[in-house]
C-alpha cells in the first residue's frame, strides 16, 4: 500500500525559508516521479515543483523557479522542498503528490495517482 507522509509546514515571515518532507512508502523501486502542489483557499491546485526520483530530473513552476529547490534523499523515496524567500502570496496547503507512470502533463493533478494529507504553509508579518 502506498503511502506519502509530509512534515515540515509552518508559519514564516516574508523572506523566510522554510523545508518541507515527504516520504513515500509501498513502492517496489524508485522510477517514481514525486511532486508539489499547492492550493490557496478559493484557489485551484497548483503545481509547484516534480523530480524523477531515479534520474533527479526536475521541473519547477515560474512561480517558484529561483526560490524553491525540490531534492530528494539518496536512496530513498523522499524528497524535500526548500522554500526560500517566501511572499505572502505562498501561503497555501501544500501536498507531495506521486505518478509511478509518468503519462500526462507534470502540472497536472490528474496524473498522479497518490497524495499526502497536506501541510499548511503561512506566510505573514
Known amino acids: 500500500q502506498v503511502q506519502l507522509v509530509e512534515s515540515g509546514g509552518g508559519s514564516v515571515q516574508p523572506g523566510g525559508s522554510l523545508t518541507l518532507s515527504c516520504a513515500a512508502s509501498?513502492?517496489?523501486?524508485?522510477?517514481?516521479?514525486m511532486a508539489w502542489f499547492r492550493q490557496a483557499p478559493e484557489k485551484e491546485r497548483e503545481a509547484v515543483a516534480i523530480?524523477?526520483?531515479?534520474?533527479?530530473?526536475?521541473i519547477y513552476s515560474d512561480s517558484v523557479k529561483g526560490r524553491f529547490t525540490i531534492s530528494r534523499e539518496n536512496g530513498e523515496n523522499r524528497v524535500y522542498l526548500l522554500m526560500n524567500n517566501l511572499a505572502p502570496e505562498d501561503t497555501a496547503m501544500y501536498y507531495c503528490?506521486?505518478?509511478?507512470?509518468?503519462?500526462?502533463?507534470?502540472?497536472?493533478?490528474?496524473?498522479?495517482?497518490?497524495w499526502g494529507q497536506g501541510t499548511q504553509v503561512t506566510v505573514s508579518s
Open positions: 509501498g513502492f517496489t523501486s524508485n522510477r517514481i516521479w
Open positions: 503528490a506521486a505518478d509511478a507512470t509518468g503519462l500526462g502533463a507534470w502540472y497536472s493533478a490528474g496524473r498522479y495517482q497518490y
Open positions: 523530480m524523477m526520483i531515479a534520474t533527479g530530473t526536475t
